[in-house]
């Protein structure tokens, strides 16, 4: 035995895309990142504030909800 502890796994961090739609200063922003089974929702002005993490379904309804 070596000593060596191992340690969990953990995920990579979020890869965040910054929304295409804004203000007209280009600073009313939301980010989002994808999960395997959700998507990561964040101020970009704020990053380090939190994120809404919401399943992936219920997005993707909001999202097309949006669109009618």
Do not use: Q
Not at 16 to 37: L, M, P, T
């Amino acid at each position: 035995m070596t000593g060596i502890a191992t340690s969990p796994t953990r995920p990579a961090p979020p890869a965040w895309i910054k929304s295409s739609y804004s203000g007209g200063e280009g600073n009313e922003c939301v980010e989002v990142a994808f999960r395997d089974r959700a998507t990561v929702i964040r101020d970009s002005k704020a990053p380090t504030r939190g994120a809404l993490s919401v399943p992936r379904t219920a997005f993707v309804a909001f999202i097309e909800a949006l669109k009618r």
